[in-house]
């Protein structure tokens, strides 16, 4: 990664800053944040929708990813919106003092008093789910005198997912309106009728670490030609058009995503040109990048415990964090390029299995993974963790969430403490 070096010590540095050295100041397991290239990422977005919407565009920054007060900070100074799905994201973004009216709110099952939370606090949109969502908050709008912005979420029928995508009825998810069966037609048709919302868009979104950029072209035209359905038939007027996020990242030398301003440019062209084959205004158009944006500037840090040959079989190499901080190669099997930190000019000559402290045998960050020969104390360094690490961490066996370091131009500052067993215990009554 273009943020990561190795210093005169043969030592790996992020933002400029020995490796080795935070893991000495704040401890381990640590999350390292490059705050530049954070920046840098939410730029190359919004430089590219700029570029190619003429500014009829906007990226909000999908912030399940990672959020935490700093984050949603950044995301506002760097103009962008934020896509939050509970009242946690939410009540972060308030904290932050994130412009409300950017805010688009999320989820399948949006709560009552979510969706309450929504309202009060002035949020710009809400994505919709669902026909009862619809009511409840239909409902819940008008009695509190207000108009609610929504957008609804559709299911465009694309799994990005499958080697070549496919377009299939893809009824069975859990997020979303069917076009096949007439269920969005049926909540467009609710929604107009409704004094307590305004449907201003449709949303939609089709799988995460995506790497090609065809099934984002193919749910646009779904989308659009969805939009010019409901505008000629049912007099619906849609402004914003909202595409989700799912843009792959690289986290080994084997994935080769394509780039963001490649899509921008090839996903610009064919919404322009459906639209005039449609004879429809160019909406406005919304991306929600999380991944893409938190993951690649985000490293871990943790220390070796133990080395464990176990002859003819593997070498486990035991860390003092694990599923508790990472838990994605146990639930997805995701690869991540792993070294040591204090090494990382040497070459990698071992194939060891890195395994967490957690009482589970699942519990393995990398197996055969290549790393250099390391000892108990190494730090090790596991790359391209800023995303889906710290914001699916648990406290499985009572295990304390590490500390969020951010480094910028060689300082480094806390952005989230390390959780204490006081922490963990504050919420226990005898
Ligand atoms: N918008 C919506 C409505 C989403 O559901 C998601 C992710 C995003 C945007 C952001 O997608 P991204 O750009 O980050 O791919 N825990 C999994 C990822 C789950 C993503 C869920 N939705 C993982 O660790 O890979």
């Given at each position: 990664a273009k943020n990561l070096n190795t210093n005169e010590l043969g030592h790996l540095t992020i933002g400029g800053i020995d490796?080795?050295?935070?893991?000495?100041?704040?401890?381990?397991?640590?999350?390292?944040?490059?705050?530049d290239l954070l920046r840098e990422n939410c730029r190359a977005f919004k430089g590219s929708i700029d570029k190619y919407y003429g500014g009829r565009g906007l990226v909000t920054y999908a912030s399940k990813a990672f959020c935490c007060k700093a984050v949603c900070k950044i995301a506002a100074q760097e103009g962008l919106g934020l896509d939050v799905v509970s009242a946690g994201e939410l009540y972060t973004a308030l904290q932050a003092g994130f412009p409300m009216q950017r805010v688009f709110f999320h989820g399948n099952n949006k709560t009552p008093v979510e969706l309450r939370q929504a309202l009060e606090n002035g949020v710009g949109y809400i994505v919709v789910d669902n026909l009862d969502e619809l009511r409840l908050l239909g409902t819940m709008a008008q009695a509190a005198g207000k108009v609610q912005d929504i957008l609804f979420r559709i299911k465009p029928g694309i799994d990005a997912h499958t080697h070549?995508?496919?377009?299939?009825?893809?009824?069975?998810?859990?997020?979303?309106?069917?076009?096949?069966?007439?269920?969005?037609?049926?909540?467009?048709?609710?929604?107009?009728?409704?004094?307590?919302?305004?449907?201003?868009?449709?949303?939609?979104?089709?799988?995460?670490?995506?790497?090609?950029?065809?099934?984002?072209?193919?749910?646009?035209q779904v989308m659009l030609d969805f939009i010019a359905k409901i505008g000629s038939?049912?007099?619906?007027?849609?402004?914003?058009?909202?595409?989700?996020?799912?843009f792959g990242i690289q986290y080994t030398s084997a994935d080769h995503p394509s780039s963001y301003d490649e899509y921008m440019r090839r996903v610009s062209s064919v919404i322009a040109a459906r639209c005039a084959q449609l004879g429809i205004d160019t909406p406005f158009v919304v991306i929600e990048p999380g991944r893409s944006i938190a993951g690649p500037a985000g490293i871990t840090l943790y220390t070796v415990g133990s080395v464990k040959h176990i002859e003819g079989v593997r070498t486990y190499v035991s860390v003092d964090g694990g599923m508790t901080d990472n838990p994605?190669?146990?639930?997805?099997?995701?690869?991540?390029?792993?070294?040591?930190?204090?090494?990382?000019?040497?070459?990698?000559?071992?194939?060891?299995?890195?395994?967490?402290?957690?009482?589970?045998?699942?519990d393995l960050i990398q197996e055969n993974t290549q790393i250099q020969p390391v000892q108990p104390g190494d730090v090790l360094a596991v790359l391209a963790t800023g995303a889906y690490n710290y914001s699916m961490a648990s406290n499985y066996n009572?295990?304390?969430?590490?500390?969020?370091?951010?480094?910028?131009?060689?300082?480094?500052?806390?952005?989230?403490?390390?959780?204490?067993?006081e922490d963990l215990l504050q919420n226990d009554l005898d």
């Open positions: 490796s080795l050295q935070l893991a000495e100041q704040y401890g381990t397991p640590l999350y390292v944040m490059d705050e070549d995508f496919i377009r299939t009825g893809q009824i069975d998810s859990k997020f979303g309106l069917a076009l096949e069966n007439g269920e969005a037609e049926e909540a467009v048709r609710e929604a107009l009728a409704m004094p307590g919302v305004r449907l201003v868009g449709l949303h939609c979104h089709i799988g995460s670490q995506i790497f090609d950029i065809a099934p984002f072209e193919l749910a646009a038939e049912l007099g619906a007027e849609i402004e914003i058009l909202d595409l989700g996020g799912g994605r190669y146990a639930l997805y099997q995701a690869s991540y390029d792993v070294l040591a930190a204090g090494k990382a000019a040497q070459p990698r000559t071992e194939t060891v299995t890195v395994a967490g402290k957690c009482c589970e045998s699942g009572r295990i304390p969430r590490p500390a969020v370091v951010f480094v910028k131009d060689g300082q480094s500052r806390v952005a989230v403490r390390r959780e204490s067993l």
